[in-house]
Structure formats: structure tokens, C-alpha cells
């Protein structure tokens, strides 16, 4: 995938209801410059794929269409193939399956982990102050936005959090110019929860997505989100791993509601991480 491609890309992301965030493609292609892929039939493009490898113990498949006047001639299969081949050598490779494809990839030794659910909410009509207060309801925690934050200190506590460090891609995530980032950090600097709203393209209009999101408890994740939502109206996304015990109570709580689902499915052997703290996920293309 080239520079060039981004924006028919994006498209077809936008078209094929992905949702894809400001600036999202841009990041997956530098996340793993030679993961990306773009299927061409005499010259003209015609779908695209990302198998992205975070190290060399992980890697993950997304971002796999075709373009609907093409689908059915097996251009599909072909890309699937490249992009497998590019992560065979790893123990673990990731993918999120929409429902009725969960068997072609149990055919190609995926294994069903948890459901993936993608939420739905209308962010509030009224803007909080531009300035956000300095003290968090909460004994010794602040309220720190985008370049206030320490990228350290976040990169420290994702690490802990995800199936593997991704100090590239988080980098690029959390200083991308488009949307907020706030996080909960202690008097010793140290981070309880972070997360990020980006706009985000609809089938029809525009919207946010919320992702990623992690906090140490229900009740940190829910302050973020109430302020991520009273700054951003609309229509606001997140996706949220079936394997968090509280991410859907604490959504309902909140006025969310589920509109889809997908298998989060895993070939060789599952990353032992607790996703107790992931309340959101940053995107379901790259994991």
C-alpha cells in the first residue's frame, strides 16, 4: 500500500461500515510498512489487506475486502494467502471474524477466543469547558490532556494491558492531531486509565470512535468516558473484548447500545493477558 492508496482505502472502510477514524489507515500502514496491501486487477485497485507485525511473537490480519462488482472470483483468497504468509513464522496471529466467516477461518486453524461487541451511544449536546478540571473525583489522581501526558508513562501501563508492547503504533495513536486523549495519572506519575476519541467517517455522515480505553476499574473507565462523551455530540462508537467481565454493564450503565458483534479468533497460541482494564479497543483492523 502506498501513500496514494490511503484515501480509497479509507473509502471503501467508510463504505463497507468499518468506520474508519482520521487518519487510522495512515497509522496501520506505518505501524508495519510492509504489512499492507493493496490487490490490483490490470492496474485498477480492487481490494486490500493488513497483516501486521507487531514482533516476532505477534501479528494480526484486518482491514481484508474486496469491492462488491469483484467478489466471488477467488481475488479474495489471494490476498488472504499474501497476507498469512507475511505473519506464518509467528506463534500468535490475530483476527477479528464478522459472524459468517467464523468457519472459513476455523478452516485456515483459527480458534474462536471472545465476542467482540461494537456499542452505540449519542454523545450530550452540551460542551464542557474547553478546560478540563485539573482533579479527578478521586484521591490523588489528575486529569491530563494530549501533550500534557507523558508518553512514557502510557506506553508503561499499555504494555501490561495488550497481547504486545506497541510503542510504534501507540506513539502514532495517542499523537495523532485528530480527536482527544485524556489520562488519569498519579501524584508519582504513574498512569490508572487513558483513552482516545477520534472523529470517524459513517456510511452516512460522521461520527467518533472511542479506543483505545483502559483504566483500572469500572469506575475510572466510566469517568473517562462520561468525559470523552459530554465533550464530543453524536453519534459515538467503541468496540469493547467480550473477555472484560464489566465493559457491558458498565456501557448499558451509560446508555450505550450494542449494534453488532464480531469473533475475536486466534491461530497458534492466545496471548496470556488479562483484558480485565480494556474497556475499548483502538480498532478492530490492526487488534
Known amino acids: 500500500m502506498k501513500r496514494r492508496d490511503i484515501p480509497l482505502v479509507t473509502q471503501w472502510s467508510r463504505v463497507e461500515g468499518f468506520a474508519p477514524g482520521a487518519g487510522d489507515v495512515s497509522i496501520y500502514r506505518h505501524t508495519d510498512r510492509q504489512g499492507l496491501w493493496v490487490g490490483s486487477l490490470n492496474g485498477r485497485p480492487i481490494g486490500c489487506i493488513a497483516g501486521v507485525r507487531y514482533n516476532a511473537a505477534y501479528g494480526f490480519i484486518g482491514l481484508f475486502l474486496v469491492i462488491p462488482t469483484e467478489r466471488g472470483n477467488g481475488y479474495g483468497i489471494e490476498l488472504w494467502k499474501h497476507a498469512l504468509k507475511h505473519l506464518n513464522d509467528l506463534p500468535c496471529i ?4 464478522a459472524l459468517n466467516r467464523v468457519e472459513d477461518y476455523s478452516s485456515w486453524g483459527f480458534s474462536g477466543s471472545s465476542p467482540t461487541t461494537r456499542w452505540q451511544c449519542i454523545g450530550k449536546d452540551e460542551l464542557v469547558p474547553e478546560n ?3 482533579e479527578a473525583p478521586f484521591e490523588d489522581l489528575m486529569i491530563l490532556q494530549d501533550d500534557q501526558i507523558p508518553s512514557d508513562v502510557v506506553q508503561a501501563y499499555d504494555a501490561n494491558r495488550e497481547a504486545s508492547p506497541r510503542p510504534h503504533f501507540l506513539a502514532d495513536w495517542l499523537n ?6 485524556l489520562a488519569l495519572v498519579d501524584s508519582n506519575g504513574l498512569c490508572h486509565g487513558f483513552g482516545r476519541i477520534r472523529p470517524c467517517l459513517l456510511r452516512a455522515g460522521e461520527g467518533w470512535r472511542i479506543g483505545p480505553l483502559l483504566a483500572d476499574s469500572p469506575q475510572l473507565a466510566e469517568y473517562l468516558l462520561q468525559l470523552l462523551l459530554q465533550r464530543h455530540p453524536g453519534v459515538v462508537l467503541l468496540d469493547s473484548p467480550g473477555l472484560n467481565p464489566y465493559a457491558n454493564s458498565l456501557l448499558v450503565k451509560l446508555g450505550f447500545i450494542e449494534i453488532s458483534q464480531t469473533l475475536r479468533m486466534y491461530k497458534g497460541t492466545q496471548p496470556p493477558i488479562s483484558m480485565n482494564d480494556v474497556y475499548g479497543l483502538a480498532c478492530l483492523e490492526l487488534g
Open 176 to 181: 495523532h492531531p485528530a480527536g482527544k486523549v
Open 132 to 134: 478540563i478540571p485539573k
Open 94 to 97: 490475530g483476527l477479528e471474524a
